[in-house]
């Protein structure tokens, strides 16, 4: 087992990456758009990976064929018919729902000494840790309340790093959404995207699912 010369912490994005709640999110908005006769794709919802609820449903609604007028009000009542829908479906999660590879990959970078952080964009981020079981994987779960800004902006793994206490250049970022990779770019930490290679043309390193994470692999390339 070699040791890093450098790297600090790595912090991981949760849904689409820990467990695969961006299905279930993808399933809630198809519901929604169903519900209100707007098209929507799969490779449409790739948009929305990362994005805060609100900012997906204008996502979503700017893909009707005529555009909708909608009150603050009546925007916030979709928004939580999504989550609605949406908690419903993570209520079935359970420790056997954590992706491949994952519970090997934190163990392995724990046993190291190197610290784990989860930097979620999403509210419903602790029940789904809680479902999971998996709450001692992570030395910190970013509070996305306490935020002022969405992924793009840096602002969730800066956040996490420093509530680590760790240099966010001797970070490891990892990530699903094209949105979160150019989080954790802007945060000046190492990125490693989880998906296909042609939505990531920012990360350092694209990997095509969790099975195949490994910190050695990513430790040749980081340190
Ligand atoms: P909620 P992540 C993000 O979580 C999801 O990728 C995105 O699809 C979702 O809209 C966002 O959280 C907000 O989630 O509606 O539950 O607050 O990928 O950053 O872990
Ligand atoms: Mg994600």
Redesign the pocket.
């Known amino acids: 087992m070699s040791t890093s010369n450098s790297l600090q912490a790595v912090i991981f ?6 467990t695969d ?2 299905e279930y ?2 399933q809630a ?1 198809k519901a929604l758009a169903d519900e209100l006769g707007i098209s929507f794709s799969r490779e449409f919802n790739e948009n ?6 609100i ?2 449903l204008k996502l979503l609604l700017g893909q009707a064929a005529s555009p909708l007028s909608l009150t603050e009000e009546e925007m916030v009542r979709l ?1 939580d018919r ?2 609605g829908l ?1 908690q419903k479906l993570i209520e079935q999660i359970t420790p056997a729902d954590l992706l491949p590879g994952i519970p090997e990959f934190i163990a392995d970078i724990r046993q190291r000494g190197i610290k784990v952080g ?8 602790q029940f789904v840790v809680n479902r999971l079981e998996a709450e001692d994987y992570f030395d910190v779960i970013v509070d ?1 309340t306490k935020l002022k800004r969405n ?1 793009p902006d840096p602002e ?1 793994f800066v956040t996490a790093a420093a509530l680590l206490g760790a240099d966010p250049g001797k970070c490891i970022g990892v ?3 094209a949105s ?1 990779v150019d989080a954790i770019k802007g945060a000046k930490m190492f990125a490693v995207a989880v998906g296909r290679e042609a939505l990531f043309p920012h990360a350092d390193i694209v990997l095509p699912d969790t099975s195949r994470l490994r910190l050695d692999d990513l430790l040749r390339h980081f340190d």
């Open positions: 994005d949760l849904d689409g990456v820990i709640t961006a999110h993808y908005w929305l990976k990362g994005v805060s609820r900012d997906s928004a999504k989550n949406y989860l930097a979620s964009a999403s509210k419903n981020a996305v992924k969730i990530e699903d959404a979160g």
